[in-house]
């Protein structure tokens, strides 16, 4: 197979230049080792302070709808933290306009939603609330196993029994403005929150559980979905394990699942995300980009690589694969010409395209757009 490109790594960074190029008309595969950070996504794209149209764009053709609005999110902890650009279902509080009366919801036996911490974080904000559990006939099941009871097992019960929850919710409701559900709504049907949403006489805010999260998850498999769909071939649980290279170019990799048969290609990306997904690595010492050994800009001194603080930002989050202006991966101070790179293994050494969720989707558009053109 003769490929165009191919990206290392399927997560936010790797799916959006794949779209995107295979909307380009190239031919393209994603090789991906597991889970991605979406896995852990809060349902907000950090660093996104101007909506990106192509963004909006590319997610609404895979069946996501991103709404762009300023003020801050109800976080699992019961804080808030500002926000802009967020998947539809993440409800946004519009400066001034915090809850005043909160209905907390939870289901009896679920431990991966903190309801007494938001509670708690919603009174701090000046609001009263009360918490109450429900239980749900269809759920029981999964009480038998204290393993079973995650967020996206509920998730795939749900999405059948919604209308349920509605009427227990409606029972429950007395003078509260805003009700606050656990984010276990629309794995696989994303009309589900809208639709509690039209059937509840109050705000309803769905509020992120322990991971996975449900969002994260069905944002990954529906950007997945419409990559397959482009054509776009997804080689999932494989891993790269070295690469070759003749010069400045990089000439193929060799992936576990396909050892003696090396994947080659023109272009390739690599996406393969920050130290959570293994994209850098790190010991006492040193950080480095473990598959091709890119420059990384980082701090000589280990003691700057962390603030005391643990909640301030912390320095070794900076850290990332150097690049030129047109984000070729730089090795030995030289750009390789035909590797590029997206998301977060660029840490935030390119302060033009943000950070976290932000820095993935420009970043991988940046790419891919570069490379389209070629
Ligand atoms: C826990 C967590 C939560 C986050 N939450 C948010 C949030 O709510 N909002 C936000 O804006 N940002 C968030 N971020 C920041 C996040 O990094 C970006 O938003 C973005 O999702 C990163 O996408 P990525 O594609 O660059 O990397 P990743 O999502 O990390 O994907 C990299 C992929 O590459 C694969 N890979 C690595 N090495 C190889 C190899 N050798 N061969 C094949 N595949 C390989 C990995 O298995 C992984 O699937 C979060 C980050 C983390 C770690």
């Given at each position: 197979?003769k ?11 790797g799916?959006t230049a ?7 008309g190239?031919?393209?595969?994603i090789?991906?080792a597991?889970?991605n950070?979406?896995?852990f996504?809060?349902?907000?794209f950090?660093s ?10 590319l ?10 609005r300023?003020g801050?999110?109800?976080?699992p ?7 802009v ?6 409800s ?19 431990h991966?939603?903190?309801?007494s ?6 009174e ?5 609330c ?9 759920m029981e099941h999964?009480r038998?196993?204290p393993s079973?009871m995650?967020?996206?097992?509920i998730?795939?019960?749900?999405d059948?029994?919604?209308e349920?929850?509605?009427q227990?919710v409606r029972?429950?409701l007395k003078d509260?403005d805003?009700?606050?559900l656990?984010q276990?709504?629309g794995?696989?049907d994303?009309?589900?929150p809208?639709?509690?949403?039209a059937?509840i006489?109050?705000?309803v ?5 322990l991971?996975p ?25 494989d ?5 070759t290279?003749?010069g400045?170019?990089v000439t193929g ?5 396909l050892q003696?048969?090396p994947?080659t290609?023109d ?6 995300g ?6 850098l ?5 040193h950080?480095?980009e473990?598959?091709?050994?890119l ?8 003691n700057?690589?962390y603030?005391?603080d643990f909640a301030?930002d912390?320095?070794y ?12 991966a ?10 590029y790179v997206?998301?977060?293994i660029?840490?935030?050494t390119?302060e033009?395209m943000?950070?976290?969720g932000?820095?993935?989707l ?5 790419v891919?757009?570069?490379?389209a053109?070629d």
């Amino acid at each position: 197979m003769k490929l165009d490109t191919v990206i290392i790594g399927g997560g936010l960074a790797g799916l959006t230049a794949g779209i995107s190029l295979q909307k380009a008309g190239k031919k393209t595969a994603i090789i991906s080792a597991g889970q991605n950070a979406l896995h852990f996504f809060s349902g907000s794209f950090e660093s996104m302070q101007e909506a990106p149209e192509r963004a909006i764009d590319l997610f609404e053709e895979a069946g996501i709808r991103l709404h762009y609005r300023e003020g801050a999110r109800l976080m699992p902890m019961g804080t808030f933290r500002p926000a802009v650009l967020s998947l539809e279902d993440v409800s946004i509080f519009p400066e001034g306009q915090l809850p005043r009366r909160a209905l907390v919801i939870n289901f009896t036996g679920y431990h991966d939603f903190f309801s007494s911490f938001i509670a708690e974080g919603l009174e701090k904000a000046g609001a009263s609330c009360r918490i109450r559990f429900i239980r749900i006939d269809e759920m029981e099941h999964l009480r038998l196993s204290p393993s079973e009871m995650r967020s996206v097992h509920i998730a795939r019960v749900m999405d059948k029994v919604w209308e349920k929850v509605v009427q227990e919710v409606r029972i429950l409701l007395k003078d509260e403005d805003t009700v606050i559900l656990p984010q276990v709504f629309g794995l696989k049907d994303a009309s589900v929150p809208g639709k509690i949403r039209a059937n509840i006489p109050a705000k309803v805010v769905f509020v992120g559980t322990l991971p996975p999260s449900v969002p994260g998850v069905r944002t990954q498999q529906l950007l997945r979905r419409r990559y397959e769909l482009l054509g776009g071939t997804y080689l999932m649980g494989d891993e790269v394990l070295s690469a070759t290279l003749d010069g400045d170019r990089v000439t193929g990799l060799t992936t576990r699942n396909l050892q003696g048969h090396p994947i080659t290609a023109d272009h390739f990306i690599l996406a393969t995300g920050g130290y959570f997904s293994k994209g850098l690595e790190s010991n006492p010492e040193h950080v480095w980009e473990p598959l091709f050994g890119l420059d990384v800009e980082a701090l000589e001194d280990r003691n700057d690589w962390y603030e005391r603080d643990f909640a301030k930002d912390q320095p070794y989050l900076r850290f990332g694969v150097k690049t030129d202006p047109e984000l070729r991966a730089l090795k030995d101070g030289k750009p390789l010409r035909n590797l590029y790179v997206a998301g977060s293994i660029l840490g935030a050494t390119r302060e033009d395209m943000g950070i976290g969720g932000g820095l993935a989707l420009r970043s991988a558009l940046a790419v891919a757009e570069t490379i389209a053109k070629d």
